[in-house]
């Protein structure tokens, strides 16, 4: 199971990650290292995963590949990543709060 089935798996059996992101619809947009992604946060889990920009996203992610990596598998925390600025997020604190299911 890759890690958006376990995310999208944890907001139908979690009612308090729903209640979360209720009424949530956010345009997210990855940068890793010369390559975009995107995708559509909602609040029943993750919508598409597409190559590609998207247009006016509510949140970037921009990181390199090794980053992501480690923060997958739990070698690297969030916060020190952000703290050494291993990963830059450009978000509302709104959406920060909300990504921090996603990013853990």
């Known amino acids: 199971m890759n890690t958006i089935e376990r995310f999208n798996e ?5 009612e308090k990650l729903r209640k979360e992101l209720k ?19 909602q609040a029943d889990g993750i919508k598409g995963f597409d ?3 998207i247009e006016y ?5 921009v990181s390199d590949k090794e980053t992501i990596y480690g923060l997958m598998k739990k070698e ?3 916060f ?10 450009k978000a509302s604190l709104m ?10």
Not at 10 to 14: A, L, S
Not at 57 to 61: E, F
Not at 80 to 89: D, E, L, R, S, V
């Open 76 to 78: 690297i925390s969030v």
């Open 23 to 41: 009424d949530v619809n956010r345009k997210v947009q990855i940068e890793i290292d010369d390559r975009k992604y995107h995708f559509v946060l």
């Open 51 to 53: 190559e590609g920009s």
């Open 80 to 89: 020190k990543a952000y703290a050494t600025g291993k990963i830059k997020i």
């Open 95 to 104: 959406d920060l709060l909300r990504l921090k299911e996603f990013l853990k």
């Open 10 to 14: 944890k907001c139908r059996e979690d």
């Open 57 to 61: 996203p509510d949140v970037t992610i």
